[in-house]
């Protein structure tokens, strides 16, 4: 019993050994690293990268070193040139106003410990019009089961049977495959609209699922079938351009039209591993993708989402020591890896 003792012991030590001196050492030696804010630029055509070193004031610079200043980005900072005067009328002989720019402006983010983060599988329910025209939180709430998707009054935890029964017999109409794979919804009051969720079936094939006026209603999107999505986003812009954003099980994004018209990408992202930030504006989107290596910039333009131009940005490499970690940058769980 002491010699198994010991063992424990020295067991215990060397594991806080291998987690606690690597750590130490790293903190102690590696140097923190910011990244400048890069987007491409509709003006420069070009990505352009926020430079910030002492002396220069506010400035951009673009991949072959040529210095700007805001108008580098006026979809960005359109409200600065407005007040100054300096908005471009025409972009790409284009007229803009900056009402339009605002209408269009989009930001987008993923991030691996959100999406790796284990949920139970329930999900509010809005009123995608409500009575007074404002959205209002929502009042019910889908539960994902094997053979159904069943609908509750949170208030009274009650199964509201009616409206299960009308959502589940239209899925079943439609060709729904239970149970569902993913869904993608925002319930939230602080968007301009409401589109309901999106549900992927366990056979693929992509629906969408809306409350109106009360009613359930059932779209299959037979465009977006097949493509084994493993994850979704449903955007809710306010100029309704797209419906969604999908990656497939190739980790290919495709942006969903609100036709229900699928547009693939040459954006390759791993939602699973990897951070993901996207701005978009009338004319192009920067995505930007990062992993431990580095960032990968793709620059698409905003009508067709075809591909304009890509940027590597790698990380400086750090001497560091190797040992036990307990967290991890893309998931909450606690546990030892190496």
């Known amino acids: 019993m002491k010699r198994l003792g010991q063992i424990f012991i020295i067991a215990s030590a060397a594991v806080l050994l291998f987690w606690a001196l690597p750590w130490l050492v790293n903190l102690i030696t590696v140097k923190p690293y910011g990244t400048p804010f890069t987007l491409y ?26 210095v700007y200043g805001d108008e580098a980005q006026p979809m960005f900072y359109a409200s600065i040139l407005a007040s100054r005067g300096e908005l471009p009328d025409t972009i790409e002989g284009r007229p803009i106003t900056l009402a339009e720019i605002e ?53 009274e935890n009650r199964l509201l049977e ?21 869904f993608a919804g ?31 209603e059932v779209r299959h999107l037979q465009q977006a079938d097949g493509l084994h999505t493993k994850w979704m986003l449903i955007t809710e812009f306010e100029n309704r351009a797209t419906l969604g954003w999908l990656v497939s099980a190739e980790n290919r994004l495709s942006i969903l039209r609100e036709d229900g018209s699928v547009v693939p990408t040459e954006v390759i992202f791993d939602p699973g591993s990897e951070d993901m930030l996207a701005v978009g504006d009338l004319f192009y989107y920067t995505i930007k993708t990062s992993t431990e290596e580095g960032e990968h910039f793709y620059a698409l333009r905003s009508d067709d989402f075809s591909l304009v131009d890509t940027m590597d940005r790698p990380y400086p490499k750090e001497w560091s020591i190797p040992g036990i970690s307990f967290t991890s940058g893309t998931d909450a769980s606690v546990r030892p890896r190496l």
């Open 41 to 66: 630029s509709c003006t420069v055509h070009d990505f352009t990268m926020l430079d910030k070193s002492e002396g220069h004031g506010f400035r951009f610079l673009d991949t072959k070193g040529n």
């Open 103 to 155: 209408r269009n402006a989009v930001i987008i983010s993923s991030d691996p410990q959100d999406v790796n983060r284990p949920a139970a599988p329930v999900y509010l329910l809005m009123e995608s019009v409500p009575e007074r025209l404002e959205l209002k939180d929502p009042e019910d709430a889908m539960v994902s089961r094997k053979n159904s998707i069943d609908i509750y009054c949170m208030d």
């Open 162 to 182: 009616d409206k299960t029964a009308q959502l589940n017999d239209a899925l079943k109409e439609q060709g729904f495959a239970y149970p569902a794979k993913v």
């Open 186 to 216: 925002n319930p939230s009051d602080r968007k301009d609209h409401d589109e309901g969720y999106l549900v992927a079936d366990s056979e693929d094939k992509i629906y969408k699922i809306k409350q109106v006026n009360g009613t359930m």
